[in-house]
């Protein structure tokens, strides 16, 4: 590390806390730092975990323990099997396609926000997928109304994004199923509430935020979905592969298993998957109340919708937002930025943003509007 980089960080750590409210790659818990850094010089037989065989078996010991403290906390039953896979969230844009089309030419998708519909594009390249509904006229505020969703008679499978992390869209209760299975790309909520696997075909989540670092995705896939991939499926997109390999078809990404061993572990130390939901809404409702109680700010999602991770909001102009965020930065509140393609104010609370964080910001955002209002 060059020196420059070493100033930087003791600087700012000599002289007040930081706070990361970036939505991805996102903060992770300081125990979960502190044990990398203990672990990194030697975390098997005087070697870092970056460099020993995953055929060793002590890394099929960690493979083992990380799937068994997911199966744990978030309830998965038997028949699902989880797959360790790489390329992110957007890989299985196209994995979800060619592993479960199962010959049908077509595959139901909702469009509530960014992610959602570039799903949806993706989808385009291996079928015709029809779209039940969108968000987009209404700006991406609401989810539509499930009475008007429009299924169509031959898709085998529903894909929705349960969190949209860009338009701080959220599902609090999960979509209906119908006749076809429900399949969720649940990248920035998944370990934030319960879910009734009884619902799903399968979900999907890459790392950067709940889960640890970029690199490695978790897919949930029920088992008797398995095997039906269309011939041309590139194998390292597999599924079948990935599970009779246990996800070690080629060299795995170690280090970012290792952390997310670590992250699992820890969020194990935050209670059940309804408590981890408790703590959610309780992080989110206190911004939301500040955005609420003033006209200030402003957060544009329909109340029943709104992201308990991704908190967007507006301020009265964008001179104000780039001090605010300018400000904030000063005080240790980092990358409050929005998204560019909706601008203003973004303020994510993963599961690694402590209370001690989100009260700082609350009491940041009344005191620049009592300057400002
Ligand atoms: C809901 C959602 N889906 C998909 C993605 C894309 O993830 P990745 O960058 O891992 O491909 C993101 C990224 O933030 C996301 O928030």
């Not at 744990?72 to 969230?89: T, Y």
């Not at 031959?154 to 119908?178: C, M, S, V």
């Amino acid at each position: 590390m060059t020196s420059q980089k070493m100033n930087q960080k003791t600087k700012t750590s000599n002289e007040q806390k930081t706070y990361n409210f970036g939505a991805g790659p996102a903060c992770l818990p300081e125990q979960v730092l502190t044990q990398i850094r203990e672990d990194i010089p030697d975390w098997y037989d005087g070697m870092s975990i970056m460099e020993i065989s995953h055929r060793l078996p002590a890394f099929m010991d960690l493979a083992q323990t990380i799937e068994a403290d997911l199966r744990h906390l978030l309830r998965i039953p038997d028949d699902f099997a989880v797959l360790f896979m790489h390329g992110g969230a957007r890989s299985q844009f196209s994995a979800v396609p060619l592993n479960l089309l199962d010959q049908a030419q077509t595959a139901d998708y909702l469009d509530t926000g960014v992610w959602s519909e570039m799903a949806f594009n993706e989808a385009k390249k291996y079928c015709k997928p029809n779209e039940v509904a969108s968000a987009k006229s209404n700006g991406y505020t609401r989810i539509p109304d499930e009475k008007e969703w429009s299924y169509s008679e031959k898709g085998l499978y529903f894909h929705y994004t349960d969190n949209e992390t860009i338009q701080g869209l959220e599902f609090h209760t999960a979509p209906k199923r119908q006749n076809k299975w429900l399949i969720a790309d649940m990248t920035s909520n998944i370990l934030t509430k319960p879910i009734d696997f009884n619902q799903y075909g399968l979900i999907y989540a890459s790392a950067q935020k709940n889960l640890g670092i970029a690199g490695i995705t978790v897919v949930i896939v029920r088992k008797e979905l398995l095997g039906k991939a269309h011939p041309m499926t590139p194998s390292m997109l597999d599924y079948s592969i990935y599970h009779q390999s246990q996800s070690l078809f080629n060299t795995p990404p170690m280090f970012c298993w290792y952390v997310l061993g670590l992250m699992v572990k820890w969020t194990q130390t935050l209670g059940d998957c309804e408590a981890l939901k408790r703590l959610c809404e309780q992080k989110s409702s206190l911004i939301y109340d500040v955005i609420d109680s003033s006209d200030f700010y402003h957060n544009p999602v329909n109340k029943q919708h709104r992201s308990r991770i991704n908190i967007p909001f507006r301020l009265p102009n964008e001179t104000l937002e780039s001090q605010f965020i300018q400000q904030a930065h000063s005080l240790g509140l980092k990358q409050l930025k929005g998204h560019k393609i909706v601008g203003g104010i973004r303020a994510s609370v993963y599961n690694a943003m402590p209370m001690q964080g989100v009260n700082a910001l609350v009491n940041f955002m009344q005191d620049f509007q009592k300057k400002h209002g």
